[in-house]
T-cell receptor, first 110, second 114 residues
């Protein structure tokens, strides 16, 4: 039972353009949603989060949008940079754990 | 500020053996969670420790067990290793100095079971 889904395993974007990573969830009781970035041989790094009572949160080049009626969230990266190339996981928070999607590999090319 | 550290980095074990993985939490954090990440998958929650007690558990069998020590460091023990236990094991810490839902991960221990 996959409660958090990332249906795009990979995304390729040109440097300077917008990257949009998508995530769907099934449980309306999640209270926070988070995005993590993971480089090879490193643990996931926290990127940005959003409360379930908000619909947008922005931090520099990163913006997360939450559409509760569609049970969908997205991460926008503008402008994309080569250093953004990594695997991005969305996660939903419950009181004791994070539930992760399967990840989207983002490649930003020059 | 010291981040989350894990040891060892890599480990190779034989089916049926036992393994202990270690984690030191980020300074100021009192909660430790363990996750298993299989190839091509997202991290899966194993369990969480708070004040030396198990505070939640995912869908893992009892041969996965853990400990948390007074200094908030933690161990993950896996008995009777199976081939499917081969994965990256991630430790994450959180606590009063961060928002409770934000977990900070270590680099992981890569376990290979042959």
């Amino acid at each position: 039972d996959q409660q958090v889904k990332q249906n795009s395993p990979s995304l390729s974007v040109q440097e300077g353009r917008i990257s949009i990573l998508n995530c769907d969830y099934t449980n309306s009781m999640f209270d926070y949603f988070l995005w993590y970035k993971k480089y090879p041989a490193e643990g996931p790094t926290f990127l940005i989060s959003i409360s379930s009572i908000k619909d947008k949160n922005e931090d520099g080049r990163f913006t997360v949008f939450l559409n509760k009626s569609a049970k969908h969230l997205s991460l926008h990266i503008v402008p994309s940079q080569p250093g953004d190339s990594a695997v991005y996981f969305c996660a939903a928070s419950t009181p004791d754990k994070l539930i992760f999607g399967t990840g989207t590999r983002l490649q930003v090319f020059p | 500020e010291t981040g989350v550290t894990q040891s060892p980095t890599h480990l190779i074990k034989t089916r049926g053996q036992q393994v202990t993985l270690r984690c030191s939490s980020q300074s100021g954090h009192n909660t430790v969670s363990w996750y298993q990440q299989a190839l091509g998958q997202g991290p899966q929650f194993i369990f969480q420790y708070y004040r030396e007690e198990e505070n939640g558990r995912g869908n893992f069998p009892p041969r996965f067990s853990g400990l948390q020590f007074p200094n908030y460091s933690s161990e993950l023990n896996v008995n009777a290793l199976e081939l499917d236990d081969s994965a990256l094991y991630l430790c994450a810490s959180s606590g009063p100095s961060s928002l409770a839902y934000e977990q900070y991960f270590g680099p992981g221990t890569r376990l290979t079971v042959t």
